[in-house]
């Protein structure tokens, strides 16, 4: 007589069972999965039956809105993880630890860079180093502070970017956000006449958040102006237009 016990079988839901679970509605499940948010379920006969992949899956989208981001965004996102998910692999990173605010970081070795980045590390890692998408935290340990501008880096060297342009890019990025740290700390040194400091930093706090995303929404934005855009459908257009590239 077999000894050891059976693996547990996954959970299976219905529908109406997985939105009891993810406290949303049944129309707001539908919604998703109409916009691409939500992989269909396994069809038995007529019936949808969803399981940990989906309930994974809403609890994220909730995590993301809860961030600040719109459903359109958390759709792009997650597109985009899905076309580049090596990164993930790599450093065990999960979808929304590429975007949020408080990215955690993660420590990366040599080997794990060189499988990412084969045209900078390790030839030239110094001059990756330089452009702060990583830091050294060790003997031979290296740390990435932003997981979301090394998934850029590998995207631009994998589409074909030379790592010279690659490397000018990163600096410009550094350079750019040393100038808004310098601003704002140097308005943050300036208190006030009244102000304690508690408010100071609950200021300094709440306004981390808002400086990250606001940054990235105006850059965003000067990007778009620059291209011509008017709004996000137009982006395939003006980029065809950028290259002189027109629709067969």
Do not use: F
């Not at 009891?20 to 992989?39: C, F, H, K, N, S």
């Not at 981001?69 to 090596?86: F, T």
């Not at 030379?162 to 140097?186: C, K």
């Amino acid at each position: 007589m077999p000894t050891t016990r059976p693996e547990p079988l996954p959970e299976r839901w219905t529908v109406d069972n997985l939105a009891r679970r993810a406290e949303l509605t049944v129309r707001t499940i539908r919604d998703y999965q109409t916009m691409g948010l939500l992989p269909p379920p396994e069809k038995h006969g007529r019936i949808g039956i969803y399981g940990a992949i989906h309930l994974s899956r809403l609890l994220l989208i909730g995590r993301l809105q809860n961030r600040g981001y719109s459903l359109a965004g958390i759709r792009d996102m997650l597109s985009s993880w899905s076309d580049g998910a090596e990164l993930g692999e790599v450093l065990g990173l999960a979808p929304d630890e590429l975007v949020h605010i408080d990215e955690p970081g993660r420590p990366a070795t040599v080997d794990q860079l060189t499988r990412l980045l084969p045209a900078l590390v390790p030839d030239r890692l110094e001059a990756l180093m330089a452009t702060g998408v990583i830091e050294a935290c060790g003997p031979d340990r290296y740390c990435v502070p932003s997981p979301s501008l090394l998934q850029l880096t590998v995207d631009l060297l994998a589409i074909g970017y030379r790592p010279d342009r690659t490397l000018d890019v990163l600096t410009t990025i550094r350079r750019a956000t040393d100038a808004v740290a310098d601003a704002a700390v140097s308005l943050y040194a300036d208190r006030p006449e009244g102000v304690d400091t508690d408010q100071l930093v609950a200021l300094a706090t709440r306004g981390r958040g808002l400086l990250a995303h606001g940054t990235g929404r105006l850059t965003i934005r000067a990007i778009g102006r620059r291209l011509g855009i008017e709004h996000e459908g137009s982006l395939p257009d003006a980029l065809r237009h950028l290259l002189g590239v027109e629709d067969r």
